[in-house]
């Protein structure tokens, strides 16, 4: 164990005091945005997975080996756009999710590389912009829940374990450190435990590195109901999640922006640290395509950062650089929120939150 607290990264001060003096722009998506290359099973495969024994095509983090240049493009250009971070191409790129693909051994190569790639394109960016840009380890909520069983014959059943998150997360987490991230995003979270396996991995992390990287964290609301597909409201989560001190939490895929006002709103008033949006462009339509213009997108997160509820905003699922130039001009107008002031009591969370004053 490390003898004093690790220390916070080198580009920690620079991001702070991006987030004090404007709201930060993130990037879009990247899943949607590589699907119009209508890419076949060879560009998944390249070369070095030629005769590899299962199909590659839709493991779109594996690109970062055999399509670099296509990732490489797509992160220059939303800082084009005027993102300020990117987020890597590794919203899969667990053992647990590689395991779909029989690539497990490949995930620490992948990491590494998707994390180089948006490093050379947030420097070569910055050189050229003349503004810091900023790269965010993506770290997605991988396709097993711990809370849930998958088998509804079996509720005491569970597909993954806590242990075996926090293996995989640590795992992740170490070769996006090593490539170059500025801070790492737990993102699209639906199933709060998870989310705190991942976070534990982050702190062992740290603890082995010496040095603390910004840590995001942003959230899922699936539907109508405010609640993650695990039951949590939205105060139960932050309760069971601000105890890891993050630098910011948000809202993110699932909804369109106008679904997400209600949630946003909450969260504003609830979190003492930054809040994110990147919200899906509309919900999907009856082709799974997405319909929201850049227009329509920014008027209503124009209108999220008028209301003061945004520090950093940007666009999940169907939305381009297109999208995210409009709304960095839609935010730019607007001050980043100020936090709340909220006196110290105890706060506690199950599916509902509980506080005890």
Not at 226 to 232: A, K, N, V
Not at 266 to 272: F, I, K, N, T, V
Request: with cysteine; glycine share 8%; net charge negative.
């Amino acid at each position: 164990m490390p003898t004093r607290p690790p220390r916070p990264s080198a580009s920690t001060a620079a991001l702070r005091a991006l987030c004090a003096r404007r709201i930060a722009v993130l990037d879009g998506a990247m899943g949607t945005m590589l699907q119009e290359h209508r890419l076949t099973e060879a560009d998944f495969r390249g070369a070095r997975f030629a005769a590899h024994p299962c199909d590659l095509r839709g493991n779109h983090d594996v690109l970062a080996l055999t399509r670099p240049d296509l990732i490489e493009d797509l992160h220059r250009a939303y800082f084009a756009a005027g993102a300020d971070l990117v987020e890597t191409n590794t919203f899969n790129a667990t053992t647990i999710a590689q395991a779909d693909y029989q690539l497990e051994p490949f995930v620490p190569e992948i990491n590494r590389a998707a994390a180089r790639l948006a490093r050379r394109a947030a420097d070569a960016s910055a050189a050229r912009l003349g503004r810091p840009c900023f790269v965010a380890g993506a770290l997605g909520p991988t396709n097993r829940t711990a809370s849930l069983s998958p088998d509804v014959h079996h509720p005491e059943y569970r597909a993954v374990t806590f242990d075996g998150l926090v293996a995989a997360y640590l795992e992740q987490a170490r070769a996006l450190a090593d490539g170059g991230v500025d801070a790492l995003l737990i993102e699209t979270i639906f199933d709060t435990l998870n989310a705190k396996a991942a976070l534990f991995a982050l702190e062992l992390l740290f603890d082995e590195t010496g040095v603390r990287l910004p840590v995001m964290i942003s959230v899922t609301i699936t539907d109508a109901s405010g609640r993650t597909l695990s039951g949590q409201t939205l105060g139960a989560f932050w309760h069971s999640i601000r105890h890891a001190r993050p630098f910011s939490v948000g809202l993110n895929c699932a909804l369109g922006a106008a679904q997400m006002r209600p949630y946003l709103e909450e969260l504003s008033g609830l979190a003492d640290c930054l809040v994110s949006c990147h919200p899906n462009a509309g919900l999907p339509n009856a082709f799974g395509g997405y319909d929201e213009t850049p227009a329509d997108m920014a008027a209503v997160l124009g209108d999220f950062a008028a209301q003061g509820w945004l520090n950093l905003v940007g666009g999940c699922c169907g939305s381009t650089p297109a999208h995210i130039a409009a709304l960095a001009a839609a935010v730019h107008p607007c001050p980043p929120r100020s936090r709340p002031d909220r006196p110290p009591v105890m706060r506690l969370s199950g599916l509902e939150p509980l506080t005890v004053a």
